[in-house]
């Protein structure tokens, strides 16, 4: 998990047949430009890429767009495969056309938060640098 020897390291996704990858890109160049390293994997990731990426780069912290709708299906099997791997510490956060009765039960999951369409890059970027110094104050 990060030390302050090193960037936050994020790893930014798109899970899914979602082709439309803008929104994640200026997600991660919002990122790099507040100081952290960023690993983008591209369009059309599967769970198992994604989990498979974040445990290889030893990332603090994951960023998933979703616009596809297929969040409930997807975003399950990432957390699963997550928790088997060990990954429990690393935050997930995603961000899409996610409808308000689905966010509760993403949190559920283990989801750290949900951004909807147009939320301020500077809210996200401080949601992780937040939650990554609470995380390594626990």
Do not use: C, W
């Not at 994604?50 to 299906?73: K, Y």
Request: hydrophobic fraction near 45%; proline fraction near 5%; charged fraction near 20%.
């Amino acid at each position: 998990m990060q030390d302050n020897n090193r960037p936050i390291r994020v790893l930014v996704a798109k899970p899914g047949l979602d082709g439309h990858d803008r929104g994640a890109k200026v997600i991660a160049r919002a990122l790099r430009d507040a100081g952290m390293e960023v690993i983008y994997t591209g369009i059309r990731q599967s769970p198992q890429m994604i989990a498979q990426a974040a445990n290889q780069e030893d990332v603090d912290v994951i960023g998933m767009s979703i616009l596809s709708g297929a969040h409930l299906e997807i975003l399950p099997e990432i957390m699963n495969l997550l928790r088997g791997q060990g990954m429990d510490d690393v935050i997930v956060v995603v961000g899409g056309i996610i409808p308000e009765v689905d966010r509760q039960p993403l949190k559920d999951l283990g989801i750290a938060e949900v951004f909807g369409p147009g939320t301020s890059t500077g809210v996200i970027v401080e949601f992780i640098q937040d939650s990554v110094k609470n995380r390594a104050g626990a």
